[in-house]
Nanobody, 125 residues
């Protein structure tokens, strides 16, 4: 089992920044690809960013590319999502997820076995 706990969400003005953290406990963290997904009210959950177990490969949705940066610290069992130049359309609940896969599969929610409880990000205009 892997337990995931997100933190760092909040209310920010458009153009501002937030950094989300996801702390993992349980099995060997570096064995897992990690992803960030988000779900806005009335919309389906969508992929935002992902990172391979080693941290050597990263993947981004077109909507966040150039503004968000995913990273991980395997010594701390933590994955981060640095969000800059935030827009009102980034408002959503953000979830981190862990799965024993690599490559572009990490863009797909169904490959993840474990999910956090989510953290709310609200961007005001």
């Amino acid at each position: 089992q892997v337990q995931l706990v997100e933190s760092g969400g909040g209310l920010v003005q458009a153009g501002g920044s937030l950094r989300l953290s996801c702390a993992a406990s349980g099995r060997t963290f570096s064995n897992y690809g990690m992803g960030w997904f988000r779900q806005a009210p009335g919309k389906e959950r969508e992929f935002a960013a992902a990172i391979s177990g080693s941290g050597g490969s990263t993947y981004y949705a077109d909507s966040v590319k150039g503004r968000f940066t995913i990273s991980r610290d395997n010594a701390k069992n933590t994955v981060y999502l640095q969000m800059n130049s935030l827009k009102p359309e980034d408002t959503a609940v953000y979830y981190c997820a862990a799965g024993p896969y690599a490559g572009s599969y990490l863009r797909t929610a169904s490959v993840y076995n474990y999910w956090g409880q989510g953290t709310q990000v609200t961007v005001s205009s």
